[in-house]
């Protein structure tokens, strides 16, 4: 059964950093393409971040040049480097792995960008 565990969310302030983690269990990892999204409240779940097996990358704009995405194969774990966090940046970040139709979510972890 396919389960995908995010951590590392919490509170910073404007400035900060902070790494999230997924870690995946019972699928073939390596396989998978792997992204970050997030929901602020009152809006709709957006792209924020994807690799692909290949280990290929890609950002919503509102990223670039703050945040990196990378991936441990050994580990089964994607990785969310997030940098000069910005108060828009609060949001629940998921976790997504996709191969073809095959699509697993997890259950989130908050981010909040605070003074």
């Known amino acids: 059964q396919a389960q995908l565990v995010e951590s590392g969310g919490g509170l910073v302030q404007p400035g900060g950093s902070l790494r999230l983690s997924c870690v995946a269990s019972?699928?073939?990892?390596?396989?998978?393409?792997m992204g970050w999204y997030r929901q602020a409240p009152g809006k709709e779940r957006e792209l924020v971040a994807t690799?692909?097996?290949?280990?290929?990358?890609n950002y919503a704009d509102s990223v670039k040049g703050r945040f990196t995405i990378s991936r441990d194969n050994a580990k089964n774990t994607v990785y969310l480097q997030m940098t000069s966090l910005k108060s828009e940046d609060t949001a629940v970040y998921y976790c997504n792995a996709k191969v073809l139709a095959i699509d697993y979510w997890g259950k989130g972890t908050l981010v909040t960008v605070s003074s």
């Open positions: 019972g699928i073939a990892f390596s396989m998978y393409a």
């Open positions: 690799v692909t097996s290949g280990e290929t990358t």
